[in-house]
């Protein structure tokens, strides 16, 4: 069975830092791009970083740039987020999609991407 899985969510206080995982069981990740999203409720599921399939290319949307870094182990099979300075707008679910292909020059668009994980809560409160 080909699936993404995250972890590493949580309830982090204002200025603290969660590492999230996603891990790709069945596939391996080495021929994807990668891509984090996030949505909070109400609200329309963006993107906030992505990765080429190398490694060699990364991409942050202008609300993360400077605090999160997105990063690939393709010997684990396994892309991360590291996210600094949490701040209570990024708590949203967060979700990792992998894309085929390089891309290298842009991130894949929201419906470019193969496969999906479940997603993992990120809460960011006093």
């Keep these: ?3 993404l899985v995250e972890s590493g969510g949580g309830l982090v206080q ?3 830092s969660l590492r999230l995982s996603c ?6 990740l080495d021929y994807y791009a990668i891509g984090w999203f996030r949505q909070a409720p109400g609200k329309e599921r963006e993107g906030v970083s992505c990765i ?6 990364t991409n942050y949307a202008d609300s993360v740039k400077g605090r999160f870094t997105i990063s690939r182990d393709n010997a684990k099979n396994t892309v991360y987020l590291q996210m600094n300075s949490l701040r ?3 708590t949203a679910v967060y979700y990792c999609a992998a894309a085929g292909g390089s891309w290298s020059r ?3 668009g929201l419906d470019e991407y193969d496969y999906w ?8 409160s006093s």
């Design 106 to 108: 842009r991130c894949p």
């Design 52 to 57: 080429s399939s190398s490694g060699g290319s």
């Design 88 to 90: 209570p707008e990024d």
């Design 1 to 3: 069975q080909l699936q």
């Design 117 to 124: 994980g479940q997603g993992t809560q990120v809460t960011v």
């Design 23 to 28: 891990a790709a069981s069945g596939f391996t």
């Design 14 to 16: 204002p200025g603290g």
